[in-house]
């Protein structure tokens, strides 16, 4: 038996033991053992998911495993208290496979391990897994991807293929950016022009879109199946310009602008205290609330350059109250950490760089004094719309240049703004704006493989040494984990981006 021997999965367990023996064997024949509350539900999906990827066609059996089955086990006493949350157990011998875990979230995250250690070869029998012993839990509670449909308008069959990617590297959050100057993508029954005008373009000109109430349900159910919350975002009071655009009445003048279809920023903005205004706001975050079971809707509060700050603060003030007043969780851009009236809870979400410049970190630690947490976002490190390297087809630059592999993986999010620890943040976030990715492919080519390193970065436990991140963080042994994750990508279709670094596989088509 080795301990902690490197076993290729991303992120990287907690704790991964290596043993002598002979390899489990997948044969066609295997069932998916369950017991306890939510088994079921996650051997259902585990079976999808294998005869998906590696065409084996299991059944699912309420009884005790026998020799080459799957067993899936939830239980308190499965996991420490401390991480009965998330936490998960896998154990791999020739006599069976076996996850056990407190909830079916933690068991959900043991077959997305499982996922990754069952060969790609698909066409090759036997399928087997090598002898190990797995015990595992997030360092972050909160593991986000952000994916802007306000800018280009991807539908709901793009929004569920985005879900299952980024599970398979136990991404559980999804906020979905939805109104921005570009597009508003969300049906408001109250308000129907904002998605008949305001969402029938996008940037570039493209062809706008949205989703209905029922069409954002479903997404929502779709998402929670598979442990992932959707977090809602209503950009404001800037980045307004297609609300603006569809109702006279929200701008000062009465005059609505036209539609904008470019990438400029900060020159919109609603008004503060105006009984139409009120009255648009509260709608929209009501029916928006009632649409989102989970606990959070972000409301933006970034870049508002043509807000005064006296309304900035009385806007912000007002807004998060409404939040609170629907039973949910505010989270803002962490310029809304200059109002000092915030609900107690309100979560921040920092956007800057790995060093704070200005009043960007004081902002932050705003959202911790007023009761709340914060979300890491470093737009240097861990936005997915940053370019790779210089001269990108896809892409921007602005964030202190080249967004390398490397740089995604070398961090920690506890090191960024002084004062603020682990106790302090909710957890980390990758966001993809899309001013210039138009296909589902785009936007996988920027998300893959940085999200698998940011991933690693909210789920592993920290380096030891955090104030030399760059050394203690092995990238050498995360590029060889991630040639591995990337022939299931490839399996599944998904564009990844081979960058250069990483001892990329020749892999066969699932």
């Known amino acids: 038996m ?7 999965v991303i992120p990287q367990p907690v704790s991964a033991e290596t043993r002598d023996g002979a390899p489990f064997t997948l044969a066609p024949t295997a069932r998916i053992s369950v017991a306890g509350p939510g088994a079921a539900e996650v051997a259902g999906l ?21 020799y080459g089955d799957i067993a899936i086990v939830i239980a308190e006493d499965e996991v420490a208290e401390e991480h009965r949350a998330e936490g998960y157990s896998l154990t791999v011998t020739a006599e069976g496979v076996r996850i056990g875990a407190a909830t079916a979230a933690g068991a959900f995250w043991g077959v997305q391990t499982l996922r990754q250690l069952v060969p790609v070869e698909c066409a090759t029998d036997p399928l087997t897994i090598a002898p190990l012993s797995i015990r595992d839990h997030p360092r972050f509670g909160y593991r986000g991807a952000m ?10 069959d793009a929004v569920k293929r985005f879900i299952d990617a980024i599970v398979l590297v136990k991404v559980n959050h ?12 969300i049906e408001i029954e109250s308000w129907p022009n904002l998605t008949a005008h305001g969402g029938s373009t996008g940037s570039d000109g493209s062809p706008g879109g949205f989703f209905t109430q029922s069409e954002f349900r479903d997404l929502v159910a779709y998402a929670a199946e598979r442990h992932v919350t959707i977090v809602p975002e209503l950009d404001m009071p800037g980045h307004t310009n297609a609300a603006l655009a569809s109702y006279p009445e929200l701008n000062p003048s009465g005059v609505a602008p036209e539609l904008y279809t470019g990438s400029k920023v900060g020159f919109s903005t609603l008004q503060t205290g105006d009984p139409t205004t009120d009255r648009f706001l509260a709608d929209v975050i009501g029916e928006v609330a009632a649409l989102t079971p989970g606990p959070y809707l972000h409301i933006g509060g970034d870049e508002c350059l043509s807000t005064s700050s006296e309304d900035f603060l009385g806007f912000i003030a007002h807004a998060s109250a409404l939040v609170a007043s629907q039973g949910k969780t505010a989270v803002g851009w962490h310029e809304m950490g200059k109002s000092e009236n915030l609900p107690s809870g309100t979560v921040g979400q920092y956007w800057d760089f790995l060093t704070p410049r200005g009043s960007s970190g004081d902002e932050t630690l705003s959202f911790v004094r007023q009761g709340g947490a914060v979300i890491m976002s470093p737009a240097d490190v861990s936005y997915l719309d940053i370019v790779y390297e210089d ?6 630059d602005w964030a202190d240049g080249p967004t390398e592999l490397r740089s995604a993986f070398v961090w920690d999010p506890a090191r960024i703004v002084a004062g603020l620890g682990d106790s302090h943040l909710l957890g980390v ?22 999200l698998a390193a940011v991933a690693e970065v909210a789920w592993s436990v920290a380096p030891a040494d955090t104030e030399a991140v760059e050394s203690a963080r092995d990238f050498a042994d995360f590029a060889d984990r991630l040639a591995a994750l990337g022939e ?19 892999t066969v088509s699932a």
């Open 174 to 185: 999804l906020h979905l950016h939805l109104t921005d100057d570009q597009g508003w993508r």
């Open 46 to 66: 585990l079976m999808a998911e294998l005869a998906s990827d590696c065409r084996r066609d299991l059944t699912v059996v309420h009884e005790p495993p026998v």
């Open 2 to 8: 080795s301990a902690n021997q490197r076993v290729s």
């Open 391 to 396: 001269g990108d087809r896809l892409g921007q």
């Open 147 to 156: 994916l802007d449909v306000a800018r280009h308008f991807f539908g709901p």
């Open 488 to 506: 299931h990508w490839a399996a599944a279709g998904i564009a990844f981006r081979r960058v250069p670094g990483v001892p990329w596989r020749d």
């Open 429 to 450: 976030e990758a966001p993809l704006w899309t001013e210039t990715m138009a296909t589902v492919e785009d936007v996988e080519e920027m998300v893959f493989p940085r």
